[in-house]
């Protein structure tokens, strides 16, 4: 059965470094989301992209935060310089067309900001 | 904005039982979907059971059922025969039929099966 993918599982990181969170959506999706879960906090939506361009950021996602999709199969997010607040669950989720509305996520970034 | 409310932090429930958890949402149309989401110790989010608002029917999942109330804008989980692989947090989500596609999650309850 197709999944989504992230790597790495966990990543520690320095304040003000910068980390590339990596996905791999399913391959015949095109709707391809962001969310972060800090500790014992629901799941926040950061950011939604779709034929390679953002269609929708949240006011978490300021601007040290980017997306992209380098080639055809990997879907990154990027945290330019990182705070001890960004400390969470990052969630890469993915969607097919046809409106049935099911994002299908991968099993999520444990970043930690020392 | 659309909001999604999940009253009860904790429930538990003894093995074998049924139990219910409770979601409430706001929104002002009238095509969406609501979703319930499992996510267990290891923070994985599992789709357990969706919901079109345009279908009357309630969806059943084996042993995961919801009563969904569009008019009440209530959409409640049932698990029937509570097993000890339940145990997680469940997260009632809420997601518009058109244009922004994101998923709007409520708080979470963690349910507890006792033995």
């Known amino acids: 059965e197709p999944e989504v993918t992230q790597t790495p599982s966990h990543q520690v990181t320095q304040m003000g470094q910068e980390v590339i969170l990596r996905c791999v959506p399913i391959s015949n999706h095109l709707y391809f989301y962001w969310y972060r879960q800090i500790l014992g906090q629901k799941v926040e939506f950061l950011v939604s992209?779709?034929?390679?361009?953002?269609?929708?950021k949240s006011e978490i996602f300021d601007d040290q935060f980017s997306v992209e999709r380098p080639d055809g199969s990997n879907f990154t997010l990027k945290i330019r310089s990182t705070k001890l607040e960004d400390s969470a669950m990052y969630f890469c989720?993915?969607?097919?067309?046809?409106?049935?509305?099911?994002?299908?996520f991968g099993p999520g970034t444990r970043l930690t900001v020392l | 904005a659309q909001t999604v409310t999940q009253s009860q932090p904790e429930m538990s429930v003894q093995e074998a039982e049924t139990v219910t958890l409770s979601c409430t949402y706001d929104?002002?149309?009238?095509?969406?979907?609501l979703f319930w989401y499992k996510q267990p110790p290891s923070r994985q989010m599992i789709l357990v059971i969706r919901q079109e608002a345009y279908k009357q029917q309630n969806a059943t999942e084996n042993r995961f059922s919801v009563n969904f109330q569009k008019a009440a804008k209530s959409f409640s989980l049932k698990i029937s025969d509570s097993q000890l692989g339940d145990a997680a947090m469940y997260f009632c989500a809420y997601r518009s039929a058109m244009g922004a596609q994101k998923l709007v999650f409520g708080q979470g309850t963690r349910l507890t099966i006792n033995p």
């Open positions: 992209f779709y034929n390679n361009e953002i269609s929708e």
């Open positions: 989720a993915s969607s097919g067309t046809g409106g049935r509305g099911e994002q299908f």
């Open positions: 929104t002002s149309e009238s095509d969406y979907y």
